[in-house]
């Protein structure tokens, strides 16, 4: 069986007051773990790996920080939609 | 208690020192010191043969799960809490893709050792987040030097010695992982100094939610006291010292003991209502911004928020905060304090608490002076709106108080009224919701505002003394300059007269006033400011506690009888020797405990 691989991604913002902090990176990755799909992470011209917690911090997202993310795999649209739905509810802090 | 045995006190000779650094959790802790200095792991830097790559990759993750496991078992031990959420953070990195691909690469590429490579690549991510420029970011990276060395003790089969200090004793080290801060609490240790650190380090953190006493940021210590030597931590001043004399330990632990008894009672009854003993309520409020726990006031007891500095959310960022952003910010606040009040201070920007976001065209000779606050709001009308617009429609959300800072005339205050109607407005032809009945409110800080808080008041809800910058403007003092900050003195007859005639033109208008400086938290004013006619005093929220049990031990007719006497004072120093004589009678321990700044001033006189 194979699925064509796709790739799925779009825009946000941080809009949880602290950010990209260690207590919400760690909710983004856990998540992004959940699905084969590669998951990267852009703020600017730095792109990460989402499954990754260093690299997430690495961004160092304050609020109001506009990311792009993107999904790439077999999955990827529901691994979109996961993390999506996450950073728009602001990780549940707001 | 310090065992009586040997040499307690001054070792070999060595001389008493006092250390200052960061009170990052407040206390007092005294015992020997027990100094664990292992800033440098010693790293091997061999290379291996190419046939035994496989075999040092496995040692690699071998060493990576055992250390995951570690910190579970210590995370099994504590509460749910923030503290949990660290460790959990610390264990996700050391299951990071990223280092575990880049540790391998080194490995099997350059034939590094593992303990090598594991040391290279932590040193990589630990340049990265250097640069961050924020705060919260750069400190992480003491978190990864941390994992990077226990992953290494790990390795090298040095089992990274679990830290166990005897009971009672101080511990002083470079830093200390989040672990090592749990480790520590189970060991009931008294104190905690480090080296490295600021307010937001981890270690800093988990110190406060374990209570134990903690100061941090003190360089140089590791070379200024050895283990077995005696050291005071005053986590309430944010200092350190190092072999007392012998008489001067008594004093201390007398402090430490009444500070501890102190803490209990006033804790205790921080959720009681600022009554007096006959009857008049006084509002007790909290002071908040974007870069502090939301909770905080609740925890302390906080008749809602009296001043949420909204200008942080212009700080450490990119872009301009949208209209959104304001919105969901107000009405996450809103929403935990509802049904109490929070008032939102329009941002407070100027040259001198800059925001990359808002330029400023030349230099300012006198920021102070300068195009900041309100000012700054006007000019800049179209930010100025987007936070109105979000402010506004967080009223529907519970009571929302709109604060305009740094107002000087009535025409100022009614530029500032008309945005918020123009935002009001917008709304209104966008069909977006909010809610009539907010309140709109002046911060009185300018002299001439004080002066004219009659014509003011007849235009606003209500009135706020900011006595930081008040004091600062109608005294002409700097209080950050050395040379001249001994002349800032909040119980100038001046400022007396200028906040009684605020609360006099309050109380006319029927508009409630209320006093948000750090006159607000200190313990010694407490008195004066109701007497003088104060309804609500905001103040930072550790400080609650302390200035609620005050007003709840006070009579209203103590309080007036006091501020008459001090209204009569020719200077400022009668008025301090008229205030201290019957506070220090009435409340010692209040005044001495009472929060690390007035703690301080208190001792200098």
Redesign the interface.
């Known amino acids: 069986m194979s699925t064509k691989a796709q790739e799925v991604a779009g825009e946000f913002e941080i809009?949880n007051?602290?950010?990209l902090?260690?207590?919400a990176?760690?909710k983004l990755?856990?998540q992004a773990n959940k699905y084969s799909a590669e998951v990267f992470l852009a703020k600017g011209e730095t792109e990460?790996?989402a499954?990754?917690?260093?690299?997430v911090?690495?961004l160092?997202c304050?609020?109001?920080?506009?990311i792009r993310l993107r999904c790439v795999g077999g999955d990827a649209q529901s691994c979109f939609d996961g993390l999506a739905e996450l950073v728009r509810g602001?990780f549940g802090e707001? | 208690m310090i065992d009586g045995g040997e040499s307690p006190g001054t070792a070999e000779g060595a001389p008493r020192l006092v250390r200052e650094g960061v009170a990052a959790s407040s206390g007092i802790g005294i015992g020997r010191a027990y100094v664990i200095d292992r800033r440098r792991v010693h790293v091997p830097r061999t290379r291996i043969e190419k046939e035994a790559i496989e075999a040092e990759i496995g040692r690699f993750l071998e060493a990576l799960r055992d250390t995951r496991q570690e910190i579970e078992v210590i995370k099994k031990r504590l509460p749910h809490g923030e503290h949990r959420?660290?460790l959990?953070?610390q264990q996700?990195?050391l299951?990071?893709?990223?280092?575990i691909g880049r540790v391998e690469q080194l490995i099997a590429e350059e034939l590094r050792c593992a303990e090598w490579a594991m040391a290279t690549a932590t040193d990589e991510?630990h340049d990265?987040?250097d640069q961050?420029?924020?705060e919260?970011?750069r400190e992480?990276s003491s978190d990864?030097t941390f994992l990077s060395e226990q992953v290494i003790l790990e390795l090298l089969g040095d089992n990274p010695e679990e830290i166990t200090p005897p009971a009672g004793s101080v511990v002083v080290a470079y830093d200390l992982s989040p672990a090592e801060t749990v480790q520590l609490h189970r060991c009931e240790v008294a104190g905690i100094v480090t080296a490295a650190g600021g307010k937001t380090s981890h270690s800093a953190i988990m110190a406060r939610s374990l209570q134990i006493p903690a100061v941090v940021g003190v360089a140089g210590i590791l070379g200024d006291v050895m283990s077995g030597e005696v050291v005071v931590v005053d986590g309430v001043r944010g200092a350190v010292i190092v072999r007392p004399e012998v008489d001067e330990l008594g004093g201390h632990e007398n402090e430490r003991d009444e500070y501890n008894a102190f803490e209990q009672r006033i804790q205790r009854e921080h959720a009681f209502p600022a009554i007096t003993i006959d009857g008049r309520r006084v509002m007790t409020r909290a002071n908040l911004s974007?870069s502090e726990d939301?909770d905080l006031g609740r925890r302390y007891g906080a008749d809602g928020i009296g001043l949420y500095r909204s200008e942080y959310?212009f700080m450490?960022?990119?872009?301009?905060?949208?209209e959104?952003?304001h919105y969901?910010?107000a009405?996450?606040v809103i929403r935990r304090y509802s049904p109490y009040p929070v008032v939102f201070r329009t941002f407070d920007l100027g040259s001198d608490k800059p925001s990359k976001l808002l330029s400023f065209s030349k230099p300012e000779a006198n920021p102070a002076m300068g195009l900041r606050s309100l000012r700054l709001a006007l000019r800049e009308r179209e930010i100025f709106l987007a936070q109105l617009r979000g402010l506004l429609r967080a009223s529907l959300h519970g009571p929302l108080h709109i604060m305009l800072p740094l107002v000087g005339s009535v025409e100022e205050l009614e530029d500032g009224i008309s945005a918020v109607e123009e935002a009001r407005d917008q709304l209104e032809a966008a069909g977006m919701a909010y809610a009539s009945d907010f309140s709109l409110g002046v911060m009185i800080e300018t002299p001439s505002a004080a002066v004219i808080a009659d014509l003011l008041a007849s235009r606003v809800d209500f009135m706020s003394i900011g006595t930081n910058d008040l004091i600062q403007y109608a005294l002409a003092v700097d209080r950050d300059n050395d040379d001249v900050d001994y002349l800032y003195q909040p119980l100038h007859p001046a400022i007396l007269r200028l906040i009684r005639s605020v609360a006099a033109a309050g109380a006319a208008h029927d508009v409630p006033v209320s006093l948000c400086g750090e006159m607000a938290a200190d313990p010694r004013y407490t008195w004066v400011l109701v007497g003088l006619g104060i309804k609500e005093l905001s103040m930072s929220p550790s400080a609650l506690p302390v200035i609620k049990h005050i007003i709840r031990q006070s009579s209203a007719a103590e309080m007036d009888a006091l501020t008459a006497a001090v209204l009569e004072a020719r200077t400022a120093r009668e008025a301090n020797e008229i205030v201290l004589e019957v506070m220090r009678e009435r409340f010692p321990e209040h005044l001495k405990h009472g929060g690390g700044r007035s703690a301080v001033v208190e001792e200098d006189e």
């Open positions: 809009i007051p602290l950010g902090h260690a207590r990176a760690s990755v856990s990460v790996n499954k990754s917690m260093l690299g911090l690495m160092a304050g609020m109001g920080t506009k602001g707001i | 959420a660290i959990k953070a996700m990195m299951r990071d893709p990223d280092l991510i990265m987040l961050a420029d924020d919260y970011f992480r990864i974007l939301i959310m450490n960022r990119d872009a301009l905060p949208t959104e952003e969901r910010t009405k996450t």
